[in-house]
């Protein structure tokens, strides 16, 4: 299967290769049945089924209509599912000490909101915290974390993140979506390591076509 043309956008980021700052829009193809909006500074990018014009039309741009709350709502419909605008961050794999593979935690809400939008989903952790590694947004890997009561302030969440590296070190890349009013969990993955690139709203639009 070919890679979804989104992907080759997100790893020129990561390698620190942005889109013009232009105001342009692109659009491209939705991954499975996720939609998104992806901005960088000046540029933006809409997966998505719908035609370019109406895209367009319909007030999306690169110096913030993309992730206008009237665009977004539009663009997911009535009964559509939109995430979190998040912070879109990533960092190179390392190597790193490897993490216990969990079996057991299937019911846990982090694993199945990941099972949710990502594929080949796996969960690894200790008594750090959790850490949830899976295929997501076009094709990239992506890691999420949950970190215990009793472990925060305590250097744990850095510690485990950085060891969540070490999970991507044959890919090149692990990106990673926090909300930017979740300072504690920004500060742990800035302080392992990664960088915000850009801003990302993920969807599900209750229709196939409009």
């Given at each position: 299967m070919a890679a979804h043309p989104l992907l080759a956008v997100l790893q020129n980021a990561a390698a620190g290769r942005f889109p013009p700052v232009d105001?342009?829009?692109?659009?491209?193809?939705?991954?499975?049945?996720?939609e998104a909006v992806i901005a960088f500074t000046g540029h933006a990018f809409v997966a998505t089924a719908l035609e370019a014009d109406a895209i367009r039309a319909a007030g999306a741009d690169?110096?913030?209509?993309?992730?206008d709350a009237r665009?977004?709502?539009?663009?997911?419909?009535?009964?559509?599912?939109?995430g979190c605008l998040d912070n879109l961050l990533?960092?190179?794999?390392?190597?790193?000490?490897?993490l216990p593979e969990r079996s057991d935690l299937d019911d846990h809400p982090r694993v199945r909101l990941a099972r949710n939008l990502?594929?080949?989903?796996?969960?690894?952790?200790?008594?750090?915290?959790?850490?949830?590694?899976?295929?997501?947004?076009?094709?990239?890997?992506?890691?999420?974390v949950e970190i215990p009561e009793h472990a925060r302030s305590r250097?744990?969440?850095?510690?485990?993140?950085?060891?969540?590296?070490?999970l991507a070190c044959d890919a090149g890349w692990l990106f990673a979506s926090v909300s930017p009013g979740n300072a504690a969990s920004l500060r742990?993955?800035?302080?392992?390591?990664?960088?915000?690139?850009?801003?990302?709203?993920?969807?599900?639009?209750a229709r196939e076509a409009r």
């Open positions: 105001g342009a829009v692109d659009v491209l193809p939705r991954w499975r049945s996720l690169g110096y913030g209509g993309a992730h665009f977004l709502t539009w663009l997911a419909g009535e009964d559509g599912w939109i990533v960092a190179p794999g390392l190597d790193a000490p490897a990502r594929v080949d989903v796996h969960v690894y952790g200790d008594d750090r915290g959790l850490v949830i590694i899976g295929t997501g947004m076009a094709g990239r890997l992506d890691v999420s250097g744990a969440g850095r510690s485990l993140i950085t060891d969540a590296r070490g742990a993955f800035l302080a392992a390591g990664f960088r915000p690139i850009g801003g990302e709203v993920l969807l599900r639009p």
